[in-house]
C-alpha cells in the first residue's frame, strides 16, 4: 500500500532532495533516521525555492546515519539515538537537537478506532516479550473496560534496521518493565523476542496497515498523516494520555538541555499529568573540523534556516520545534566548535 502521505514526502524528496545541483548551488548530504523525514524532506523543498540549494536526504535508519557520518561519507548524521561525549569526541563529531515529536504504538484491530484503547507501559512491554498473545487478554481489557476486544491473535511488528525510533522505544520499555530491561534492554537494534520485522517507519507503518490484530510503533507524523489507529497510553503520572502536540510540550518541557553534555537528552517516561510517555529529540550529526568545509558551512546555515523559518512547517506535521533558549544554545556550540582547516568557524 502507497501512503498518501508519503506519497508526497517521496514527490518533494525527488523534486528537492536530489543528488544533482546546478553548478552555482552547493549540495548538502546527510543520511540517518526516518524518524525526522518527513519535516527535512519539507524543509528541503522550501529550501531549494528559496536559495537553490539542494539537500540529498538517505532516510536509512539511525544507525546507518551513524556510521556514515563516522565514515566522512556525508555532510551530517541523523540519529534519534544520541551520542554520549565520550563517543562524539572519539569520532570528532559535534551534536544538537534539531526537532522533537513522538513514537506510538500503533494498532490494526477490527472494530477499533484510533484512540478507543488505552494500554500501560508493562502491558505494552508483554505484548512486544510474547507473553500477551490475543486482543481479548485480561490485561488489555483491564484496561480497556466496556471496548469490545476480539480474541484476534496479535501480531507484533518492529523495525529490522538499526533505529534511533527503536532506541527510544526500548528505552521506554526498560523503565517500564523490569521483565523488557533484564531480557531485551535498550539499543538502536535489539534480539526481538518475538514479531517481524520491516524496514524504516515507512515499513512498520505499511506492514501494520496490511496485517490484520498487528502491533507496531512509529513516529506520530506517520500514524497520523496515513490515518493509523494509535493507542492512548498511561503515562509516569498514571493518566491516560493521547499523542498530541501539547502532549509532546508536555514532556519535553522537563528538558533541561543547558546542563545535559553534548545535548545528550532522553525523553521518554517523563513526570507530568499531560506528558506523553515516549517523547523522543532527533539529532543532527557533524565533524568538529569536515573535510568539505562548504558543504559544512551550507548545512550549518540550511538548519539554522529550519529554525528561524521551520516552525510552522514542523507543527503541521505534528513535530514540536525547539525552544528559542535551546536554539541560542545549539548555535553557540557551532560557533564554538566547528571550524575549518584553518581553525576558524565555519558560522558567519
Known amino acids: 500500500m502507497i501512503f498518501k502521505f508519503l506519497r508526497t514526502a517521496l514527490t518533494a524528496a525527488a523534486m528537492t532532495l536530489a543528488a544533482g545541483a546546478a553548478a552555482d548551488a552547493t549540495t548538502i548530504t546527510g543520511a540517518g533516521a526516518t524518524f525526522p523525514f518527513p519535516i527535512y524532506a519539507k524543509w528541503a523543498q522550501a529550501y531549494k525555492a528559496e536559495t537553490g540549494n539542494d539537500l540529498n536526504y538517505q532516510s536509512i535508519g539511525s544507525g546507518g546515519g551513524i556510521k556514515q557520518i563516522k565514515a566522512r561519507t556525508v555532510t551530517f548524521g541523523a540519529t534519534d539515538a544520541p551520542l554520549n561525549a565520550t563517543e562524539l569526541n572519539d569520532s570528532g563529531l559535534v551534536q544538537w537537537p534539531q526537532v522533537i515529536g513522538g513514537i506510538v504504538p500503533v494498532i490494526n484491530v477490527e472494530g477499533i478506532k484510533p484512540g478507543e484503547i488505552v494500554l500501560d507501559g508493562p502491558t505494552l512491554a508483554k505484548i512486544f516479550l510474547g507473553g500477551i498473545k490475543t486482543w481479548d487478554d485480561p490485561a488489555i481489557k483491564k484496561l480497556n473496560p466496556g471496548v469490545k476486544l476480539p480474541s484476534a491473535a496479535i501480531a507484533v511488528v518492529h523495525r529490522s534496521d538499526g533505529s534511533g525510533t527503536t532506541f527510544n522505544f526500548t528505552n521506554y520499555l526498560a ?124 548545512a550549518l546555515k540550511f538548519f539554522g534556516w529550519a529554525f528561524a523559518k521551520g516552525a510552522k512547517a514542523a507543527e503541521e506535521l505534528d513535530y514540536i520545534p525547539l525552544p528559542d533558549a535551546v536554539v541560542t544554545l545549539v548555535k553557540k556550540t557551532w560557533a564554538a566548535d566547528i571550524k575549518g582547516a584553518d581553525g576558524k568557524s565555519l558560522v558567519n
Open 175 to 298: 523503565k517500564v518493565s523490569p521483565d523488557w530491561k533484564s531480557a531485551v534492554g535498550e539499543n538502536t537494534a535489539v534480539e526481538w523476542p518475538v514479531g517481524i520485522g520491516a524496514k524504516g517507519n515507512e515499513g512498520v507503518a505499511n506492514n501494520v496497515v496490511q496485517t490484520q490484530g498487528s502491533i507496531g510503533y512509529v513516529e506520530y507524523a506517520y500514524a497520523k498523516q496515513n490515518n493509523l489507529t494509535f493507542t492512548k497510553l498511561i503515562n509516569a503520572a498514571g493518566k491516560s494520555v493521547a499523542p498530541t502536540i501539547p502532549a509532546f510540550q508536555a514532556a519535553a518541557a522537563n528538558a533541561d538541555w543547558a546542563h545535559a553534555p553534548s545535548f545528550y537528552q532522553i525523553l521518554t517516561n517523563q513526570p507530568g499529568a499531560a506528558s506523553w510517555p515516549i517523547t523522543a529529540a532527533t539529532f543532527i550529526l557533524i565533524p568538529k573540523q569536515p573535510s568539505d568545509p562548504a558543504a559544512a558551512a551550507e
